[in-house]
């Protein structure tokens, strides 16, 4: 079963006669519980393919379908709450709240939304990410694989609909790297958690269960 899709989707920037078509008609289905991989060169659209499919930004013609909600069709206000409850994202730079320490930053959006963190689903989580004796740690004393791990498994605690990551491993060390993509195919597993991962590395994109190419705004799989 499809959980995301897009249809004809197109994105474009500035104004004639200085138009940047960054998507060109992009069609995409990615099933429940896949692990796939989206890779392409700097400039090839992959970036602004991944705001799409997320809600962080509205296409310009065509669609994005997540769980059967048709994002374009939300407005602001209801596309925040969608986003936070409905999808994870996993950042190439953490982005761990440095005042807080790893049990508040994986459960922080649980919390904004006026509800009680799942306890014994995350403490599932935080086990298989062998954070167990970090959790009372302040971001700055963890490493950058640590780091990512927390990012990992704040993106997994809502359980959303679809986890989305930009670059995940894009600041980590090769054999660090190694263990992120082994946990995500891990947690992807486990839970029949669907992940669409960009990335501009081969041997990072084809660890995952499908390698998607796109090549300047156009998918050529």
Known sequence: MSILSTTNLTKQYGKEPNVVNALKGIDLS???GEFAAII???????????????GLDRPTSGSVRVDDFELGKLNDEDLTVFRRQRIGFIFQNYNLVPVLNVYEN???????????PDRKFIREIISLLGLDEKIYNMPNT???????????????AGKPAIVLADEPTGNLDSRTSDEVIELLKVTSRKYSQTIVMITHNPEIAAQADRCIRIEDGRICE
Not at 142 to 156: D, E, F, T, Y
């Open 142 to 156: 963890l490493s950058g694989g640590q780091q990512q791990r927390v990012a990992i498994a704040r993106a997994l």
């Open 40 to 54: 392409g060169t700097s400039g090839s659209g992959k970036s602004t393919l991944l705001n799409m499919l997320g």
């Open 106 to 116: 994986i459960t922080m959006p649980i919390r904004l939304d006026g509800k009680k």
């Open 30 to 32: 990615i099933e429940q």
